[in-house]
């Protein structure tokens, strides 16, 4: 199984990106996909979390530092996962990871850095 982000890069306040989670080894329609981020000295922060359609109905959640802002979404035919990140602000500087849930399998990736700086 692999998980394996890109996307990342150096933006500056207000820039965008989009991160791209691609999975390898699973099927991918049935895990939750999220999200998640680790600042240096921070713990690691679930940012957005979209359940499988057959389950929850493929309900979406955000943090609030994020929410209006990012966009997660899923292409499972593609085996891929997708985070859209609008109107940056340099504390959301971040490696930003994928992860995989369904029942006791439980998935990362290595994740991307993002750096929003002026």
């Known amino acids: 199984v692999q998980l394996v982000e890109s996307g990342g890069g150096s933006v500056q306040p207000g820039g965008s990106l989009k991160l791209t989670c691609k999975t390898t080894?699973?099927?991918?329609?049935?895990?939750?996909m999220s999200w998640y981020r680790q600042a240096p000295g921070k713990q690691r922060e679930l940012v957005a979390q979209?359940?499988?359609?057959?389950?929850?109905?493929?309900?979406?959640t955000y943090a609030d530092s994020v929410k209006g802002r990012f966009t997660i979404s899923r292409r499972d035919s593609w085996n891929t996962a997708y985070l859209e990140m609008n109107n940056l602000y340099p504390n959301d500087t971040a490696v930003y990871l994928c992860?995989?849930?369904?029942?006791?399998?439980?998935?990362w990736g290595q994740g991307t850095q993002v750096t929003v700086s002026s």
């Open positions: 992860n995989a849930v369904e029942s006791a399998k439980n998935y």
């Open positions: 080894g699973i099927n991918m329609n049935i895990y939750i």
């Open positions: 979209q359940w499988n359609r057959g389950t929850n109905r493929g309900a979406i």
